[in-house]
């Protein structure tokens, strides 16, 4: 079945960029997500991707879907110490069905 | 914006107990769910409602039930809870197959079992 797979933690310097990935295993995959949590608080949307795109870029966020690889990368420009969260990658699960599934999460720690 | 709001943010219950965690969303939406969170393995999906009465086992569904009376309220239901359900739960609703597929998610509800 589909599986969304990250890495756990990411530590950077504030200033630095931060690059978390993602990979994937359906390749009928629509929409791409990157969610973001903040401490003690539920998921956001951060930013999408739709599978017939390669980039999207949006101010501080570059998203990059690479569809041979299924890898999908998020790059947080001039990391601050407010980027501190946990950042979920998701995929659908099928189409059509509002179901998503989830990547483990990657913690980014933002040091001053 | 679209608000779904989970009625307890913390609570702790006694192994055996019977827990109810109730969510409402205000957008019409079709589709609500309930996920699990646990630390490094990320969200996982318990149960999901397409529809008024109408629900779906997720990935995890044992020890678990849900009910969906009326479209905007998905409850979960843990009829005698264990120290393993231990963990934060997340709701989330979306509209109907369109648009981006967005879930739309309340703060959670981190549940202790003693």
């Known amino acids: 079945g589909e599986d969304v797979e990250q890495s756990l933690f990411l530590s950077v310097r504030e200033g630095d960029s931060s690059v978390i990935n993602c990979t994937y295993t359906?390749?009928?995959?629509?929409?791409l997500y990157w969610y973001k949590q903040e401490p003690g608080a539920g998921l956001q949307l951060l930013t999408y991707?739709?599978?017939?795109?390669d980039m999207k870029q949006d101010q501080r966020l570059t998203v990059l879907l690479n569809k041979k690889d299924k890898h999908l990368s998020l790059r947080i420009a001039d990391t601050q110490t407010g980027d501190s969260a946990i950042y979920f990658c998701a995929a659908p699960r099928t189409s059509n069905t509002g179901k998503l599934i989830f990547g483990q999460g990657t913690t980014l720690q933002v040091k001053p | 914006d679209v608000k779904v709001t989970q009625s307890s943010r913390y609570l702790v219950k006694r192994t055996g107990e019977k827990v109810f965690l109730e969510c409402v969303q205000d957008m019409d939406h079709e589709n609500m769910f309930w996920y699990r969170q646990d630390p490094g393995l990320g969200l996982r999906l318990i149960y999901f409602s397409y529809d008024v009465k109408m629900k779906e086992k997720g990935d995890i569904p044992e020890g678990y039930s849900v009910s969906r009376e009326k479209k905007e309220r998905f409850s979960l239901i843990l009829e005698s809870a264990s120290t393993n359900q231990t963990s934060m739960y997340l709701c989330?609703?979306?509209?109907?197959?369109?648009?981006?597929?967005?879930?739309?998610f309340g703060e959670g509800s981190r549940l202790t079992v003693l």
């Open positions: 991707i739709f599978s017939n795109m």
């Open positions: 359906d390749s009928s995959s629509t929409y």
């Open positions: 989330a609703s979306s509209p109907e197959s369109r648009g981006t597929g967005e879930l739309f």
